[in-house]
T-cell receptor
């Protein structure tokens, strides 16, 4: 399977705990994106990497959120001190360029109790 | 005004009919337009992309773009129950930094009855 992969697929945590998600993009794609999707809404852009450089962050990405893409391969998204409002599907996508097709991974569903 | 607008539906069509899904967008500078299909509990799956005015056909799917009217649509011919899903319209929009991000509508739920 050469698609985008994400782990874990589901995460249940208690409020105040830290969580980390991983995304492995399509191998030849050097652009990687994180989105958040809540029920009844479309995905909302969080942040963007070109190779290892984080080039763009949404205002949705509070200081409790941090993302990395060491060596320009896989990426991690960490949420510190989780809040119930962080409960959502976190989606990773990758693309060849910034204006061409983005392909999504299966997502990580986060539930904060 | 929302950047990308879609009717939330549900749009109900009988099996074998044509389903027509519509989307309007606000950024006149947008150049790239995409349709994603999303089954309940799953992630979005890209089904069509269109970059220039007119129609683009791929199997049972046809995307139509009219930049002057800021309108993009998706036609699904010979609709099948397996087409029942939420269809997301996505449009690229330039941020202040020059970065092109994808902006999604809230999606239209399609129900195809046997």
């Amino acid at each position: 399977d050469t698609g985008v992969s994400q782990n874990p697929r589901h995460k249940i945590t208690k409020r105040g705990q830290n969580v980390t998600f991983r995304c492995d993009p399509i191998s030849e794609h050097n652009r990687l994106y994180w989105y958040r999707q809540t029920l009844g809404q479309g995905p909302e852009f969080l942040t963007y990497f070109q190779n290892e450089a984080q080039l763009e962050k949404s205002r949705l990405l509070s200081d409790r959120f941090s993302a990395e893409r060491p060596k320009g391969s896989f990426s991690t998204l960490e949420i510190q001190r989780t809040e119930q409002g962080d409960s959502a599907m976190y989606l990773c996508a990758s693309s060849r360029t910034s204006v061409t097709e983005q392909f999504f991974g299966p997502g990580t569903r986060l539930t904060v109790l | 005004q929302k950047e990308v607008e879609q009717n939330s539906g549900p749009l109900s069509v009988p099996e074998g009919a044509i389903a027509s899904l519509n989307c309007t967008y606000s950024d006149r500078g947008s150049q790239s337009f995409f349709w994603y299909r999303q089954y309940s509990g799953k992630s979005p799956e890209l089904i069509m992309s269109i970059y220039s005015n007119g129609d683009k056909e791929d199997g049972r799917f046809t995307a139509q773009l009219n930049k002057a009217s800021q309108y993009v649509s998706l036609l699904i011919r010979d609709s099948q129950p397996s087409d029942s899903a939420t269809y997301l319209c996505a449009v690229n929009a330039e941020m202040n930094t020059g970065f092109q991000k994808l902006v999604f509508g809230t999606g239209t739920r399609l129900l195809v009855s046997p």
